[in-house]
């Protein structure tokens, strides 16, 4: 993949917006209709449709924005961007019904199933219709779907079983070696799906049963196959998707409906889903592609795996450290009248920063709090000191009663643990919970970065400049400029300003 595209398209998304005006050019017998959903999100449109401008080449196309009955400026839209159908709804109807809605509309051979969260590489479209117009037995195919860091976010799906289903190619890198996994597919995320009109309208669309949203474009292509065609992705064709930020903010009520149609399409389809023979085939094939995803993050120095059950295995140089499972509920948001905020912070709702004392607890400017993220201090000495730009990744948990101080630009991942009091043991006349305890301050030094599921212990002093490993436990003070990993945390390299070399210390 042309890293330098990747990182322009980012740009394009990012820190140089798109134009406030512009227009598509039209085309009266257009060959491919593209449709996008959209509610509310209007910037987010707006890249999309630059990007779908700038890299859609060599094939004659309509836009139509299925408008949602947006609220923001996205009713406006046809105002500021020109040659573009805007099919509004009168009333929120949600995702299936709305793509139907506008598919009416559609002029084109083919449609184009597509989100408003996706930037494009050049030449994304062309192949795909290559590849449906070149072989009669591809019913539907898509584009293979980038996620923003450049890993592969899926070349198509699986699904069988009672509830087993897996994305082919998740967190891969896009290379030739991939494409050997580049076979049918069970389904192609509706986020880019491509089919003839017509066998659109044989299918029946999108079952209503399915609305607001998820597993339509699942059973879209399970009907699809069922009339003997195939599913693929078209592997030349790169789409970088931004991922579940497309339509509305929902998040809680629309896993609820998430799960509620997944039990509703295995029902529907559990007949093929539990075939013997289906079965053996599929997890053959998973079982290859578990072996390729093994080999690449064994040449990884860190990975995260997302399994269908909700868990995340974290990966160190191949070997598994730590397994948890995503929480469903969050903790309510907060922040105390006491606690200092100096600048812009970005403190996400679900975190949670307690303390007693007036002026306990100072967050510094620029510092950005992750979500299930718990500071609390209960001790009057114990201040809490976070300096300016750091990144406090999501469900730290910080027990201030002995005094944290944490520098400027230190970066911290998930489940880092600082711990500033020691619980007494030695009393044997007396219970555990009685036992008095004693508080220690945790120093840490600007520009460090700890990493996964750490543990700092009171009393611990760790420099300027100095990395933590995930997983490491650190019992001891550690020195400026070192690299640190270990149960006990140990120093394993350390930077030599003479040599101007990271060297191993024996």
């Known amino acids: 993949m042309n890293n330098i595209l990747h990182k322009k398209l980012l740009r394009t998304y990012g820190e140089y917006s798109s134009p406030e005006i512009f227009s598509f050019h039209t085309w009266t017998q257009p060959k491919v209709s593209l449709i996008i959903p959209v509610y509310n999100k209007y910037e987010m449109t707006k890249d999309c449709l630059w990007s779908i401008l700038q890299h859609t080449k060599d094939v004659s196309y309509e836009v139509i924005i299925a408008d949602d009955c947006s609220t923001d400026e996205t009713k406006n839209i046809e105002n500021k961007i020109t040659g573009i159908k805007h099919i509004r709804t009168k009333e929120n109807s949600g995702f299936g019904a709305n793509c139907t809605n506008a598919i009416q509309y559609a002029e084109g051979k ?83 799906l491509v089919l003839e009109k017509t066998l659109w309208d044989k299918v029946g669309g999108f079952d209503p049963a399915f609305n607001p949203a998820y597993y339509e474009d699942t059973d879209l292509c399970f009907k699809i196959r069922e009339l003997g065609f195939r599913i693929v992705n078209v592997f030349e064709s790169q789409i970088i ?48 592609y578990q072996k390729y995803q093994q080999k690449e993050i064994s040449h990884r120095l860190y990975y995260k795996e997302k399994l269908p059950n909700g868990r995340r295995n974290i990966y160190v140089c191949g070997l598994k450290v730590f397994s948890y499972k995503k929480k469903r509920k969050m903790q309510e948001y907060e922040i105390s009248e006491e606690v200092i905020l100096k600048g812009n912070n970005q403190v996400f709702k679900e975190a949670s920063v307690k303390t007693q004392f007036p002026n306990s607890i100072v967050i510094g400017k620029g510092t950005r709090i992750g979500q299930d993220v718990t500071i609390s201090n209960y001790e009057k000495n114990g201040l809490i000191k976070i300096g300016e730009n750091c990144q406090i990744g999501w469900n730290n948990n910080y027990y201030g009663q002995g005094g944290i101080e944490i520098g400027n630009n230190v970066l911290t991942a998930s489940f880092v643990c600082i711990l500033t009091s020691n619980h007494g043991w030695q009393e044997v006349d007396l219970p555990i919970m009685d036992q008095p305890s004693t508080y220690k301050k945790v120093v840490i030094g600007d520009d460090c970065w700890i990493g996964y599921n750490v543990i700092i212990l009171a009393g611990v002093h760790i420099g300027k400049h100095v990395t933590v490993g995930a997983g490491s436990v650190v019992t001891k003070d550690l020195p400026d400029y070192s690299i640190c990993a270990g149960n006990p945390c140990r120093v394993i390299k350390k930077y030599n300003f003479n040599t101007k070399k990271w060297e191993k210390v024996s």
Not at 157 to 162: F, V
Not at 249 to 274: A, M, P, T, V
């Open 110 to 192: 083919y449609i184009a199933l597509l989100n408003n969260d996706m930037l494009f590489y050049d030449n994304w479209l062309k192949p795909i219709i290559d590849t449906l117009e070149n072989d009669s037995t591809i019913g539907a195919a898509g584009g293979t779907l980038i996620n923003p860091n450049g890993k592969v976010s899926e070349l198509g799906g699986l699904i069988w079983g009672e509830s087993k289903a897996i994305r082919i190619g998740r967190d891969c890198t896009y290379s030739p070696k991939l494409k050997k996994l580049n076979t049918d597919f069970d389904y192609k995320s509706g986020c880019c």
């Open 241 to 288: 998707h931004f991922e579940t930020v497309s339509y509305g903010d929902k998040e809680f009520e629309l896993s609820e409906i998430c799960r509620r149609n997944g039990k509703y399409f295995f029902r529907k389809w559990q007949k093929l889903l539990n075939n013997p023979d289906r079965i053996k085939k599929i997890e053959k094939r998973v079982t290859e």
